[in-house]
């Protein structure tokens, strides 16, 4: 069944109830809350650095979960691209980010 598509809204309206925290399979394999949709909207909206912001997979199953429609993917991209600028990502990242850059699978 499609659901229909709801007007999202920015972090500030986050109220932090977790219970979009199911839709991240990183935090439901670790109950680490650390990697919850909930704590990186926190780390967000404050302005927090923290590598933590890579642990949401963007795959939307967090927004659909969220009572209030908020735009969780597009605050978690605003806070990497904010991270990448002050030049504070993960190895990973900068492994993944290099191989695109030069046309190769990121995966390899």
């Known amino acids: 069944m499609k659901r ?3 007007e999202r809204r920015g972090i500030a309206a986050c109220v932090l109830c ?3 925290n199911p839709g991240s399979v990183a935090y439901t394999r670790s109950h ?4 919850a ?7 967000a909206r404050k302005r927090r650095d923290s590598v933590s912001l890579y ?3 963007l795959n939307g199953r967090a927004e659909e979960l969220c009572p209030l429609a908020i ?7 605003e806070a990497r691209r904010r991270l990448v600028e002050k030049g504070f990502e993960t ?6 980010v290099g191989q695109l850059v030069e046309g190769k699978n990121p995966y390899a």
Do not use: F
Not at 37 to 43: C, G, K, M, Q
């Open 91 to 96: 190895v990973d990242n900068k492994k993944v």
């Open 4 to 6: 229909k598509t709801k």
């Open 55 to 57: 642990a949401c997979m």
């Open 18 to 20: 977790g219970q979009c």
């Open 37 to 43: 949709p909930r704590h990186v909207v926190w780390l």
């Open 32 to 35: 680490d809350e650390r990697r």
């Open 71 to 77: 735009s969780i993917d597009e605050a978690v991209i």
